[in-house]
């Protein structure tokens, strides 16, 4: 497959789509794979280490992606530490899923220049501001997760990589011309149809069910009228938050605090450099630009004309405001050891040699005492309220498990009251009780068989419950009088269903034999509708309308084309084909315009049995300690 890959880079699918390069940063992808340190690697791919910090990195940013689009839901799930197993685990094999496809691109000698990477960047659209691209947006973007702006590149660079790697193996299959042609000739072929539509809801008057009947659904239904087991609890619930509202702080303290930790209310000193990036392998061009700097050359216009920084590069080489930790160590100590207006020597860097320039200075400051009050008075509070925590959660926890069967000896032990809750289900379960540690302990055998006070169960660490049983219903069959209400509704609808069923298929029946369907219209309320020119992908009648409209052969014998169809919601149609249009040939621009339309499905379809063929081909290895926590 790689032969043909490689053959297939240069072909004429070869082109990098870029407005398939997706800005998520969900995942890891930044950061390189390979860690700092001499910790046992997540995994090794043929050789290249996948390091702890670049898992857990990847781990913590997924959380937070799954965190953020199903809130709640998640955090249920993530209670289940089987589940977050699983999850962990299938981090890991998509970080493997990166490293086998960015492999196959290093051996096929894959590469994005930094001009691809800049018009891909101004295209994006999460950095424009009224359709043109904003260098402060991008800035701003890129910072805010926590990336240098040529971290950001790299990320890029090897996602762009990625996707000229598929799409070099599509490139390998590629769609003719013809081919084309027929789908686009297809896609824009109409069709004029008449319809028939029958809705099950006008026959409800019509069907009246037996009680026979209805007993017959109740037996073959009875799972569905089972009530789920309910539990109404006591509890007692100890909260960091409640005690903090209730501690007190004075000036004193403050002030106190406020000297004692004097550093952490520093504004640190911040820089603003100018720099110019040359290549690593570069040093003799450094070399030159030193010189010529020293003849007065301008650094700003060097910056221009050299720096591989395009970006800062526009601006004469000029960053932003920063402050130590931002741009590594090498970068970070070069810059701080300038006076403004000095330039350093060659600095050499991962990302390559800098020039650096210092522009201004901004000193280290402190924040005034008034400006940080309020949050030392809270970081008090709270500080307080954990130490008393602590003594009443061992205070509580001791009581519940000596004096079993109550919780109000417990509860007067840490100050609290038992509140109650109504009746609620494992699916209904209220917060905090739908966490999954707590649910489990409410519904386990010691507190509901035993009626016995539950562990101290920890809810989101700065929280603690204590439940015992205050009520039990057990899951019970409902009775077919409690239902028959219900019953009545479902069979109606079922019966008037099968009514309208009838009526289709012995229209459909009629029309395919040539017969007159005037009386069986009449007789049922019925008319036929005319859609003349539906498209293919139209939303101007039901999908299962349009499907069977576009499933239909035209006749050739001059008998009806005709097809019954299903739409939700009880309704039945009856289609029937009376015109096929065919589209004009398509212009040179149109089918380009479907070229790019057919690519990112061919790009999808291909991805899967690349992966599996990259990693079947692979040695891929877990070691002993990551595999202790990352099960396969």
């Not at 340190?37 to 997924?62: D, K, L, M, T």
């Not at 789908?183 to 319809?195: A, F, K, V």
């Not at 017959?216 to 009228?225: D, N, P, T, V």
Request: aromatic share 6%; charged share 25%.
């Amino acid at each position: 497959m790689l032969d043909k890959i490689r053959e297939g880079v240069h072909g004429p699918a070869a082109k990098i789509v870029l407005s398939l390069i997706i800005l998520s940063f969900a995942f890891a992808g930044v950061s390189s794979y390979m860690g700092g340190n001499n910790a046992q690697p997540a995994a090794v791919v043929n050789g290249e280490e996948i390091s702890p910090r670049a898992f857990e990195a990847a781990y913590q940013n997924e959380r937070a992606r799954m965190e953020q689009q199903f809130g709640q839901l998640f955090n249920q799930l993530a209670s289940d530490s089987a589940y977050m197993q699983r999850f962990r685990a299938s981090v890991l094999e998509r970080l493997i899923d990166e490293v086998v496809t960015d492999q196959a691109a290093d051996e096929l000698g894959l590469t994005i220049s930094d001009e691809q990477i800049k018009s891909a960047i101004k295209e994006m659209p999460q950095f424009q501001v009224n359709g043109q691209f904003s260098n402060d947006v991008y800035l701003s973007t890129v910072r805010r997760q926590n990336m240098s702006t040529s971290q950001f590149r790299e990320y890029l660079r090897r996602e762009m990589t990625r996707r000229q790697l598929l799409q070099a193996l599509i490139a390998t299959d590629f769609v003719t011309e013809a081919e084309l042609k027929q789908r686009y000739m297809l896609d824009n072929q109409t069709r004029d149809i008449r319809l028939v539509t029958i809705d099950s809801a006008t026959l409800l008057g019509q069907v009246e069910p037996s009680d026979e009947e209805l007993q017959q659904a109740y037996e073959m239904q009875a799972q569905r009228f089972v009530t789920p087991e309910q539990i109404a609890l006591e509890y007692i619930e100890l909260k960091v938050s409640d005690l903090a509202a209730t501690q007190s702080v004075s000036d004193d303290e403050i002030n106190a605090y406020y000297s004692e930790n004097s550093a952490l209310y520093m504004l640190p000193e911040q820089r603003k450099v100018a720099h110019i990036l040359l290549p690593a392998e570069d040093s003799e061009k450094a070399a030159t630009l030193v010189s010529e700097l020293a003849a007065g050359a301008d650094f700003a216009e060097l910056a221009k004309a050299n720096s591989i920084d395009t970006f800062s590069g526009e601006n004469g080489g000029e960053l932003d405001w920063f402050e130590r930790g931002t741009y590594g160590e090498d970068f970070d100590d070069a810059s701080f050891a300038l006076a403004v207006g000095d330039v350093s020597a060659p600095v050499e860097t991962t990302n390559g040699i800098h020039l650096i320039k210092l522009l201004d200075v901004k000193p280290s400051v402190q924040q005034p005492l008034a400006e940080v009050t309020d949050s030392i008075a809270l970081q008090l509070k709270k500080q307080k309220a954990e130490s008393d925590f602590i003594e009443l959660q061992t205070a509580m926890t001791n009581v519940a498990f000596e004096v079993p069967d109550t919780l109000e000896d417990a509860a007067n032990a840490a100050g609290l009251e038992v509140q109650k809750t109504a009746l609620f289900s494992r699916e209904s379960a209220p917060a905090p009780f739908n966490n999954g540690e707590l649910l489990n302990a409410a519904f386990s055998e010691t507190v509901l068989l035993e009626g016995l006070n539950s562990d101290a169960i920890e809810v989101g660490g700065e929280q603690v419950i204590i439940v015992r049983l205050l009520e039990h219903k057990p899951s019970a069959q409902l009775t077919f009088d409690e239902v028959k209400p219900q019953l009545l509704t479902d069979v109606k609808r079922r019966l008037a269903g099968e009514k309208a069923d009838a009526i289709a298929a012995e229209l459909t029946e009629k029309l395919l034999a040539g017969e007159d369907v005037t009386a069986l219209l009449t007789e049922n309320s019925l008319a036929f509708e005319e859609k003349l020119a539906l498209t293919r992908y139209g939303s101007d009648v039901a999908p299962a309308v349009r499907d069977a409209a576009f499933a239909l052969a035209p006749s050739t014998d001059g008998t009806a084309s005709a097809e019954q169809a299903s739409i939700p919601g009880g309704k039945y149609a009856v289609v029937e084909l009376l015109k096929v249009n065919n589209a004009t040939s398509p212009e040179p621009g149109q089918l380009t315009a479907l070229e790019a339309q057919v690519s990112p499905q061919l790009i999808e379809q291909a991805y899967q049995p690349l992966i599996a063929m990259l990693r079947d081909r692979a040695e891929i290895t877990y070691p002993v300690v990551a595999t202790e926590t990352l099960p396969q």
